[in-house]
């Protein structure tokens, strides 16, 4: 392929991951187009330009920040989707319901992927690299990403966002930013619209959690959370961690 060739990447966020990466690469860098056929990938994966990969040592470790020329989603695509991995987009999609003040509800499923797309590009255009805003995407991540490695991945990471989402919002509530009301649209979002679960796996040590939340991205030694409050979504440093097992023993059992 010479520099004025384009790569176009078809599938999942695991194809247009791998696709960016091989653009930002190639001859330092050509055309990438993601054509993206997954829910996951045409309302998060696809857009923003972070690829990468993984090698042994662990998740994502090699790549670069790579911005496609343009993405692709077809909603026809998804009517083959498993379910699983329909729900693991779903888990994703419920967090832009409290990004912005948009009524996401009120929109069909197209309308909706199209507007998580644009709420997505526009975080990012403002702060390409997290250095800041683009960590509002990581709602409900901190106990996901917990969860993800407490249950060794049985938990898919749509599936643990949705119960880091319920968490979250407990939190926040418990810490007087939002109000009972609040903490029920989160239920309606994520339980009624969406079908999922905000219920934990039973099992699980709750000193384990707090030590893996403890060592999230977004720490500086304390408990990080991105949490919703009258400013919206905001990265709330130092959260006490008596709030924090409150707010776990609350949490449902499946
Ligand atoms: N770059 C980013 O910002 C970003 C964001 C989120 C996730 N990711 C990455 O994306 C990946 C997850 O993406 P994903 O959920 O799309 O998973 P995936 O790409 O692994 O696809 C999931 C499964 O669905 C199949 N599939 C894809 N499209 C299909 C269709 N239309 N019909 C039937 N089956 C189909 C795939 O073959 C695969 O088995 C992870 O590797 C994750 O690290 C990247």
Redesign the pocket.
Known sequence: MTRGDVIVGV???????VA?YAAASWHRGIAVVHV??????MV?????G???V?IPEG??LVGAFWQPSGVVCDTS??????ER?RR??YG?MAKYHFLTGDDLLAMDLPSRIARCVRIKADIVSQDEREGGLRAVLNYGHTLGHALEIATHFSLA??EAVAVGLKFAALVAHSMGRIDASRVAYHDDVIVKEYGLSVAMPTGLAVSELVDLMKRDKKSSGGLTFMLDGPRGIEMVRDVPEEIVLDCLKRMELR
Not at 44 to 48: M, N, R, S, V, Y
Request: aromatic letters at 0%; hydrophobic letters at 25%.
């Open positions: 599938g999942g966020g695991m194809v247009t991951d960016g993206s056929t997954t829910l996951v990938g998060d994966a696809a857009i923003g972070k690829t990468g993984n998740k994502n695509t998804l009517a083959t989707l498993p991995e693991c987009g994703e990471h749509g």
